[in-house]
């Protein structure tokens, strides 16, 4: 049952992500998405293992609630003040819907004169001014570099108009860059927010709880007794610092890439939550809200990365320590909580666990052999799936904004529709990867785009997102028969 709880916490959280875009109440959408975990529960629970649920029920259950799903969520859709066309610009989540100005001309006619002498016929050739009731749109032809077209028409719109407009350089449907200025009907308060995303108070606060749950979380992974006495609570500790110290150089380095890149987001918070059998895990996780448009590609790619690779670059040291620590069991003849059976991980799940298995193990992990992980080896473990599943190229995850600064957002949300699509497909033959297939399939297809979403990585970068893309696939693909033979597994 520890799958179900968790799918639960966390298809929770995932579903909270689509409210900004539909009147849909949470709790429906949960239920909707939730649907199938329960049926095939029920299903399990009246029959027991000697009577599975047929496929064909399994796929139409799965079909027919994402189905569902996405029906609820068009339902209930925010529109907009009026009707667009797809060529205007998606405006980040940060930014207001609405402006203070919400008829047909954002600028009068006085301003288009200036409006028109922010773009340079070297730099952008001019063709066309289109009003929308949310952006002004301006199309012409590019006569140079994206990078210094967008710098040059961003300063002099900025020169002309202060902070009025948010400046938004895209891809339209014919395949040419085109600018949008944006209403920042936010502008007047913005310096005030920023003052306020900054309260260390409840990030410290938070901080401290999570360390008292995930220590009581170390006691119930240890099979010691959960208590508040602080001598035996200390023994928690290990696992506490593992799990935490992960999660906190996680969300700092993300949190640092923002401040970098003068990126308004708010201090990592954790959410800590209390140990349960089905749960014990202390936490699930931290995060940080990105309050202001990402400026462009170099930054969307960093934001998503650096954050993920931090977590890896501790996490996979952690799991191996605790790989060294712990112990080998027989293979029980159930497969039990798949990837979070810690008490008996059969390490043929994931190409990374079973290398550093038998590195750490040596001789004494073999076939037929499960690992008895130690409460750092949990830590780790958890730390690399956490890790590896933000990386997964889909929507909002790290990973889709890393392969949307790659490729652009129409090819990153079509590479993330087809991820999930053999994700789930694996899910039939793996079973323990259908909890990941259903939480992806829970997720917006495509990210928000960043303000200069034109210009283009740099080789460097490309070559760090296929690295990051290759080590997800170490971590969630099945050890191959060769590769088992090879390692005597």
């Known amino acids: 049952m520890i799958w179900l709880f968790v799918l639960g916490l966390i298809t929770y959280f995932i579903v909270q992500r689509v409210t900004g875009i539909t009147r849909t109440p949470v709790w429906a959408l949960w239920l909707v998405a939730m649907m199938p975990a329960f049926s095939i529960t029920a299903w399990a629970l009246a029959f027991g293992t000697q009577r599975r649920m047929p496929l064909e029920l399994v796929i139409l259950l799965f079909v027919g609630c994402l189905a569902l799903y996405l029906y609820l969520i068009q339902k209930g859709r925010i529109a907009p003040t009026s009707a667009i066309d797809s060529t205007t610009p998606q405006v980040p989540s940060s930014t207001p819907e609405k402006s203070d100005q919400s008829t047909s001309r954002p600028i009068n006619k006085a301003e288009e004169t200036s409006l028109q002498g922010c773009f340079p016929w070297s730099v952008y050739y001019l063709q066309n001014i289109d009003y929308?009731?949310?952006?002004?749109?301006?199309?012409?032809?590019?006569?140079?570099?994206?990078?210094?077209?967008?710098?040059?028409?961003?300063?002099?719109?900025?020169?002309?108009f202060g902070d009025r407009f948010y400046v938004v350089f895209q891809e339209g449907l014919d395949k040419k860059p085109f600018f949008a200025l944006v209403p920042n009907s936010q502008a007047s308060i913005e310096a005030r927010q920023d003052r306020r995303l900054t309260r260390p108070g409840i990030a410290l606060g938070l901080a401290a709880m999570t360390l008292l749950t995930t220590m009581l979380a170390g006691l119930e992974i240890a099979k010691k007794?959960?208590?508040?006495?602080?001598?035996?609570?200390?023994?928690?500790?290990?696992?506490a610092l593992a799990i935490v110290g992960f999660f906190a150089v996680r969300s700092l380095g993300c949190y640092w890439t923002t401040r970098r890149y003068h990126i308004a987001a708010t201090l990592p918070y954790f959410i800590p939550v209390i140990p349960l059998p089905l749960l014990p895990l202390g936490t699930v996780g931290s995060f940080i809200q990105i309050r202001s448009p990402i400026p462009h590609r170099k930054a969307l790619f960093d934001v998503g990365v650096v954050g993920a690779l931090a977590g890896f670059a501790i996490?996979?040291?952690?799991?191996?320590?605790?790989?060294?620590?712990s112990s080998v069991v027989a293979l029980p003849p159930k497969p039990g909580a798949g990837l979070l059976s810690f008490e008996a991980l059969n390490p043929k799940y994931s190409l990374v666990l079973a290398g550093l298995g038998k590195l750490a193990l040596g001789n004494q992990l073999v076939a037929a052999k499960a690992i008895n992980l130690h409460p750092i080896a949990v830590a780790g473990w958890i730390g690399v799936l956490f890790s590896a599943f933000n990386l997964m190229p889909v929507g909002q995850l790290d990973g889709g904004r890393m392969v949307h600064a790659m490729f652009g957002q129409r090819t990153g949300a079509a590479i993330g529709q087809v991820s999930r699509l053999l994700l789930l497909i694996l899910s039939f033959a793996q079973q323990h990867l259908l909890l990941w297939a259903i939480l992806l399939?829970?997720?917006?297809?495509?990210?928000?785009?960043?303000?200069?979403?034109?210009?283009?990585?740099?080789?460097?970068?490309?070559?760090?997102?296929?690295?990051?893309?290759?080590?997800?696939?170490?971590?969630?693909?099945?050890?191959?028969?060769?590769?088992?033979?090879w390692l005597s597994l």
């Open 441 to 485: 399939l829970l997720l917006p297809a495509t990210d928000e785009p960043a303000l200069n979403d034109i210009t283009e990585l740099d080789n460097s970068r490309d070559v760090v997102g296929l690295l990051a893309l290759a080590l997800v696939l170490l971590v969630i693909l099945p050890a191959p028969k060769v590769v088992l033979a």
């Open 132 to 160: 929308r009731p949310q952006a002004v749109i301006c199309r012409g032809q590019l006569r140079t570099t994206p990078e210094v077209a967008y710098k040059t028409i961003q300063e002099n719109v900025e020169g002309k």
């Open 225 to 239: 007794q959960v208590t508040l006495d602080p001598l035996v609570l200390v023994q928690g500790l290990p696992y």
């Open 315 to 325: 996490a996979i040291p952690l799991l191996y320590w605790g790989l060294d620590h």
